[in-house]
């Protein structure tokens, strides 16, 4: 079993452990969260999400076993999640971290091995507003005696001082394990061997490179129990999808959906957009919570972006567009900028506007892109209805 932690990448980490792992032809969980369009996206049984059948004979039984406790939704779902891992036929599970890491309700099972993947200012109403404040709580996951995977490649004090504390195994990317990029493909080096001439993984942009080798590590670490070959490793850094993470659509014109919603997130898709093809414009739509550092966002994006089309998300977090636009006259962006009540109502106006050789980028949160994904599959799914 491995739990992952990390402001950013661990999503990556989790499907790229789940595809080798089954490539390997073991029998996988996988919990992750949030979902971008349904609830079943959360929870996969051996590749598979899992069904609605599945998933309400579970929270039965949680409600069932609860009592009077009081739970919170994560809580419940995580219940669930490990209710329907517990029945027989799986022979590993791969676990998400929701928030955090030292009190989140996944740390109360005990993993063989902990993946912290990076470290950056998120939610610091529950977390604190500093690297080593946020640090300590994720490294909270780690256990006495067991391998933690620490990719972050500047960690703070703090993570390898609770690392030392509670006697965890720890190995540092750079220091233990690591990776470098050979002539169009790339090399693994550290816990568990070498492993060269690797393909780039199917999930796109340069960092996957350290989340593919902290998952490498951590199958490293499990390999005395769980075994995977080279073969199974290219085929599953091959197959690994994960919706919603520089995830480019068929078509022209080119729409690049990312739920990059902080500021490192942010870096790292202005940098893909960066690496791309050349596009005449490159336009936004743009959507996040007012609880994030919506600044740091824009300021990050801004260099790539031609034209905003702005959308206000729903509930008391979900900035307005009018916010959006405030937020961007004050950090100096001077270009085209469009108020909407939707991502949706975003998509369509930014669709309208863009020629085929222009990019649409659809980012800002996961509520942003999973709205426009649904909005998306049920137009697929009318045009195949029609034909």
């Known amino acids: 079993m491995v739990t992952v932690t990390g402001t950013n990448g661990k999503g990556s980490v989790c499907a790229m452990l789940e595809a080798m792992l089954r490539a390997g032809g073991y029998r996988v969980g996988l919990y ?29 039984e949680v409600e069932r076993a609860r009592g009077a406790t009081p739970l919170t939704y994560f809580e419940f779902g995580t219940l669930a999640a490990a209710w329907l891992f517990a029945r027989p036929g799986l022979d590993a599970l791969v676990l998400e971290v929701g928030l955090g890491g030292r009190l989140d309700a996944v740390n109360a099972i005990d993993a063989d091995c902990a993946v912290l993947t990076s470290i950056g200012i998120d939610h610091v109403e529950y977390l604190g507003a500093t690297r080593e404040s946020i640090g300590r709580e994720k490294a909270g996951i780690f256990r006495r005696g067991r391998p933690a995977v620490i990719a972050d490649p500047s960690p703070p004090a703090s993570v390898l001082e609770h690392a030392a504390t509670v006697g965890a195994q720890a190995y540092l990317i750079g220091r233990d394990f690591g990776y470098a990029s050979e002539n169009g493909q790339w090399r693994y080096w550290g816990h568990g061997g070498t492993r060269s001439g690797l393909g780039h993984p199917a999930l796109r942009g340069a960092v996957q490179l350290r989340n593919a080798a902290a998952a490498l590590c951590a199958l490293g670490a499990l390999r005395d129990r769980l075994p995977v070959g080279m073969q199974a490793v290219r085929e599953g850094l091959a197959r690994a999808t994960l919706p919603g993470r520089f995830q480019t659509l068929p078509g022209r014109p080119q729409v690049i959906l990312d739920v990059a919603h902080n500021p490192e997130a942010a870096h790292t898709l202005a940098a893909n957009l960066g690496a791309g093809s050349f596009a005449p414009q490159t336009v936004a739509v743009f959507g996040m919570m007012r609880d994030k550092d919506v600044p740091a966002v824009v300021r990050e994006l801004a260099p790539r972006i031609t034209r905003w089309h702005l959308a206000s998300l729903p509930g008391p977090r979900g900035c307005t567009s009018g916010e959006l636009a405030a937020i961007l006259r004050a950090v100096g962006v001077e ?53």
């Not at 999400?49 to 309400?56: F, G, P």
Request: proline share 2%; aromatic share 6%.
């Open 335 to 387: 270009g085209e900028a469009r108020e909407h009540a939707s991502p949706v109502d975003a998509l369509i106006s930014a669709r309208e506007r863009v020629q085929q050789d222009d990019k649409i980028v659809v980012f800002g949160s996961f509520v942003t892109v999973g709205n426009v994904m649904a909005y998306l599959e049920a137009e697929r799914g009318g045009a195949g209805g029609h034909g």
């Open 32 to 60: 992750t969260s949030p979902h971008l369009v349904r609830y079943n996206e959360r929870v996969h049984l051996d590749g598979r999400e899992a069904s609605d059948e599945q998933l309400c004979k579970a929270f039965a």
